[in-house]
């Protein structure tokens, strides 16, 4: 049974960092693409950061580049994403998933629970 748990977020002041963990379990890690996806109250589920199966390569969003650092240590089957200098605007519950693209396409397994950042003073 595909497993994704998400953990690390909690309540920041802005410009404060978070590190989120996304523990995988009930499939091969190693031969996924992996994605963190955010969604804030009201607003669709939207793709921050991407990284490839050998975690060679990375992609972000324009509204996290430079900010998030996602990783992944695929001894550990787990998924990291870094957040540093956090805005009010990142205020969401945020999602791992796997996928067979980098980018593109539909994510592969059904969502886990996610876990909630709010960025607030």
């Known amino acids: 049974q595909v497993q994704l748990v998400e953990s690390g977020g909690g309540l920041v002041q802005p410009g404060g960092s978070l590190r989120l963990s996304c523990a995988a379990s009930?499939?091969?890690?190693?031969?996924?693409?992996m994605r963190w996806y955010r969604q804030a109250p009201a607003k669709e589920r939207e793709l921050v950061a991407v990284?490839?199966?050998?975690?060679?390569?990375?992609m972000y969003a324009d509204s996290v580049k430079g900010r998030f650092t996602i990783s992944r240590d695929n001894r550990k089957n787990t998924v990291y994403l870094q957040m540093n200098s956090l805005k009010p605007e990142d205020t969401a519950v945020y999602y791992c998933?796997?996928?067979?693209?980098?980018?593109?396409?539909?994510?592969?397994?059904?969502w886990g629970q996610g876990t909630q950042v709010t960025v607030s003073s």
């Open positions: 009930g499939f091969t890690l190693s031969n996924y693409h």
């Open positions: 990284i490839s199966s050998t975690g060679g390569t990375t």
């Open positions: 998933n796997a996928a067979l693209q980098l980018w593109d396409g539909v994510p592969r397994w059904s």
